[in-house]
């Protein structure tokens, strides 16, 4: 084993971001200005599906997409404002610092993820951390997991294994070739979406188990 990537929001940090009003404002920030239209089935969609629908649509000006981009920016800065790490996170992160390259790949501006990491002063535990800035598409796409293979050319996504609480984490993880670890997640959800994690935890230092057996093999 090489390296770990950790998904940020209720995977280390419990985050109180309200992600179906984020999602909500952006896609009436979006139907206002004509980008997409009414009806689209919410249930379906995550902020970063809503995102990438209308990127997709080729209508979204410069001026209009820092726009967006700022909504989501806003709900991610109040939603992180004393978000306090989840049970395990700083343990975990501390024993494995300096034995297995650590990532995060967040779909938060990595402003508002410093901003937390820095205040649960976990940040420099990490030897690389992604947020949407440095992505093309933000997860469930791969982007953000292919860039931090990227940043480590000699590793193979074999070599590394994720963590992270929602479908989209398991879908981009997986896509990238990285096998993927639920943490507290909603197995028949990620299922229904294609995802299939390889293994399921509910404490986070549950993973060292993991990655000690696939060191073995």
Request: proline fraction near 4%; aromatic fraction near 8%.
């Amino acid at each position: 084993m090489k390296g770990i990537v950790f998904d940020m929001d209720n995977t280390l940090l419990r985050s109180s971001i309200d992600f179906g009003a984020m999602k909500r404002d952006i896609y009436a920030f979006l139907c206002h200005h004509r980008i997409l239209p009414q009806g689209l089935s919410m249930d379906n969609h995550t902020t970063s599906t809503i995102i990438a629908e209308a990127m997709n649509t080729g209508l979204l000006s410069e001026d209009l997409r820092h726009a967006m981009w700022d909504t989501a920016k806003e709900h991610e800065m109040r939603g992180m404002m004393g978000a306090d790490l989840e049970a395990g996170a700083r343990e975990l992160v501390r024993q494995l610092h300096g034995q297995l390259i650590l990532a995060i790949v967040t779909n938060n501006a990595l402003e508002a993820a410093m901003a937390a990491l820095k205040e649960n002063k976990i940040a420099d535990y990490f030897d690389l951390i992604i947020g949407r800035e440095a992505m093309g598409l933000l997860k469930p796409e791969p982007d953000g997991y292919l860039e931090v293979l990227k940043h480590f050319p000699h590793t193979s996504p074999k070599e590394w294994l994720s963590v992270g609480d929602a479908w989209v984490d398991g879908k981009a993880s997986e896509s990238a070739g990285i096998p993927f670890i639920a943490y507290c997640g909603d197995i028949a959800r990620m299922n229904s979406m294609g995802v299939f994690p390889f293994a399921e935890i509910q404490h986070l230092p549950d993973v060292i188990g993991y990655l000690q057996s696939r060191t073995t093999k």
